[in-house]
């Protein structure tokens, strides 16, 4: 039976966060965003906190928690700054999460405790130029040479494209649409032949490096291959039906930082001699935004218990990605209208949400994918 009240681990996650994060993230996220600056020394003391690595077993180096306690730390560093809930959700379920489930022992006695810490910051490379959903197409292709792997390709919009220490990359091994013609493989920085590209410059979450990650006749020892070969786009499926669950809470911190932000606002602003709140356009307004947040935590928080008890999470992670990344736009664009011409301003945080809130309904598969895999699953 779900339990709707947060375990002690998650309320001291909670409270770490808050406290961290008013000295350490909320007075430098203008600064952040306006350069589009990675702040990667940040992340280095995330690491110290243990949230770099919530997911991994304590005998890596990690934190060893589950998907309660990880969804509520998104949340949290969410509501302060989503770019670094992005990124921290990226390392954390993509590039380790893809190690800590296929790889073997000696890939993760190597490079979880190192991931964990943040003493290496992870990408995790399936996009490509023309692909996008359609990754059975992929162009970057990896060909067998003796006990090596030589990979040339390109793969975009990847979260640490440039700054990462290391990637796990899925190329094409077998012929175009063969489903089982694809491998997962560790690339290192500083690999010969492996390079990042040109970042991106971006309308939201621009604190979160977005960058290409460039391959021209670079050399993997067949050591670097992830589970067995041909069978890198099955696990990413399996990689990305958790990672939606990471989506799903990045949107939620996300529409909760805009609601406490419009309420708090309601209530100061005055208009005609009384709070804004107080009238019934504002006042319902704010009742649906609260209504839809706490429907999207519901389904969040269903998904996570139903990964953390290791039962299949393809339909509950697609519907709690679609719904909390469509009310993060929703609630954030109302957050915007509530506080009128000073929402349109970089004064106040609900700006930022409404720029930051898009992605979530893109990255990782959009709403119309969720869509599908939601419609497919209940049409079994």
Same mark, same amino acid.
């Given at each position: 039976m779900l339990n709707f009240t947060h375990n002690e681990n998650q309320r001291m996650i909670a409270e770490m966060i808050r406290d961290f994060g008013a000295k350490e993230i909320t007075p430098f996220r203008k600064d952040w965003d306006d350069r589009s600056h990675f702040?990667?020394?940040? #992340?280095?003391?995330? %690491?110290?906190? /243990?949230?770099?690595? *919530?997911? =991994?077993?304590?005998?890596?180096?990690?934190?060893?928690?589950?998907?309660?306690?990880?969804?509520?730390?998104?949340?949290?560093?969410?509501k302060l700054d989503p770019s670094v809930g992005l990124s921290m959700?990226?390392?954390?379920?993509?590039?380790?999460?893809?190690?800590?489930?296929?790889?073997n022992e000696e890939q993760k006695k190597k490079y979880l405790p190192k991931l964990a810490t943040c003493e290496w910051l992870g990408a995790w490379g399936l996009t490509e130029p023309n692909t996008g959903s359609d990754a059975g197409n992929m162009r970057t292709v990896a060909k067998k040479e003796g006990d090596s792997w030589i990979i040339n390709g390109a793969k975009? #919009?990847?979260?640490? %494209?440039?700054? /990462?220490?290391?990637? *796990?990359? =899925?190329?094409?091994?077998?012929?175009?649409?063969?489903?089982?013609?694809?491998?997962?493989?560790?690339?290192?920085r500083g690999t010969p032949g492996f390079k990042g590209g040109r970042k991106e410059d971006k309308l939201g979450m621009r604190a979160s490096e977005t960058a290409e990650m460039l391959f021209d006749d670079c050399i993997v020892h067949e050591s670097q291959v992830l589970g067995k070969v041909g069978d890198g786009f099955i696990q990413s499926m399996k990689i990305l039906?958790?990672?939606?669950?990471s989506i799903a809470a990045l949107g939620q911190g996300i529409a909760e930082g805009a609601l406490e932000a419009s309420i708090q606002y309601s209530k100061e602003r005055q208009q005609?001699?009384?709070?804004?709140?107080?009238?019934?356009?504002?006042?319902?307004?704010?009742?649906?935004?609260?209504?839809?947040?706490?429907?999207?935590?519901l389904l969040i928080f269903k998904a996570a218990d139903l990964k953390n008890r290791g039962e299949k999470v393809t339909l509950a992670g697609a519907q709690a990605k679609y719904y909390s990344s469509e009310v993060a736009v929703s609630v954030s664009n109302d957050a915007v209208q509530i506080f009128g011409g000073y929402g349109f301003t970089k004064d106040y945080p609900v700006e930022k949400f409404y720029r930051d809130s898009k992605l979530c309904?893109?990255?990782?598969?959009?709403?119309?994918?969720?869509?599908?895999?939601?419609?497919?699953?209940?049409?079994?």
């Open positions: 702040p990667i020394d940040l #992340f280095k003391k995330l %690491g110290e906190l /243990g949230l770099m690595g *919530v997911l =991994i077993p304590t005998e890596y180096g990690g934190s060893g928690f589950g998907y309660l306690e990880y969804v509520t730390a998104i949340v949290e560093l969410s959700a990226a390392h954390n379920s993509l590039c380790s999460g893809h190690i800590m489930m296929f790889g975009n #919009f990847i979260t640490h %494209g440039v700054s /990462g220490d290391v990637a *796990v990359v =899925i190329a094409r091994t077998g012929e175009i649409g063969d489903s089982h013609g694809m491998t997962a493989f560790i690339v290192e039906d958790g990672g939606r669950i005609f001699n009384k709070p804004i709140s107080s009238f019934q356009g504002i006042s319902f307004k704010l009742a649906d935004m609260a209504t839809q947040v706490e429907a999207s935590s309904t893109i990255g990782e598969g959009t709403s119309e994918i969720q869509k599908m895999v939601i419609a497919r699953e209940i049409l079994k």
